[in-house]
């Protein structure tokens, strides 16, 4: 980086015609990161490059795959800009939805860490048969099961007042009625007095 804060890249050898590996993975400074991939993808392009395949073990914006009130879609808007950058094709690991392929304009592997994590237990945790999976959210109890059954472990699932996702999307803008329209959907209060309703 510069003086100014803007990111550079070399490549010190020539790469014209030879097929390219980019490993670059979501870290704390994970803007930096997504441009620092975006123009050494873009300088691999133009210096005539066969073929530019990203690794991305954490792809960056993952989980910000669904449209939220007054708001977009970062996961898509990644997807396109490490497309225009010249990439051709995605490796990455453990999407949080299986859906964010589809933003691609590209062949996509989604490969799985799950079998390494279990091993690693097995092999690395003296304890482990006393150790129990725990779902952090509802939505998570599929995949801690697959855990707990390869594991033969029991599992928890932690529950929590906060809404679901399901409830989040009724906030996206698609559901806002256009002005006007809630006060004519209000239906009038009764004047409980007449009616001897208590509340």
Do not use: W
Request: proline share 5%; glycine share 6%; charged share 25%.
């Amino acid at each position: 980086g510069s003086t100014c804060q803007e990111t550079r890249v070399e490549i010190g050898v020539s790469v014209r015609g030879k097929s390219v590996f980019l490993l670059q993975t979501g870290s704390r400074d994970v803007n930096n990161s997504v441009m620092e991939l975006l123009i050494l993808s873009y300088a691999c392009k133009t210096s005539c490059a066969s073929r530019i395949i990203a690794v991305i073990p954490y792809l960056p914006y993952a989980k910000q795959s669904k449209m939220r009130k007054r708001s977009s879609i970062p996961a898509k808007l990644v997807a396109k800009l490490l497309g225009k950058a010249g990439v051709q094709h995605l490796i990455t690991m453990d999407l949080h939805t299986k859906e964010i392929q589809g933003f691609f304009d590209m062949p996509v592997d989604n490969l799985r860490a799950s079998s390494f994590i279990v091993q690693y237990i097995q092999e690395e945790i003296p304890d482990f048969r006393n150790s129990v999976i725990v779902a952090r959210r509802p939505d998570a109890t599929k995949r801690a099961t697959s855990f707990a059954e390869r594991l033969r472990l029991n599992i928890a699932v932690v529950h929590s007042d906060d809404r679901g996702e399901s409830e989040i999307d009724m906030e996206d803008g698609r559901y806002s009625p256009p002005p006007g329209a809630e006060a004519e959907r209000t239906p009038r209060k009764r004047d409980k007095s007449l009616t001897g309703l208590s509340l």
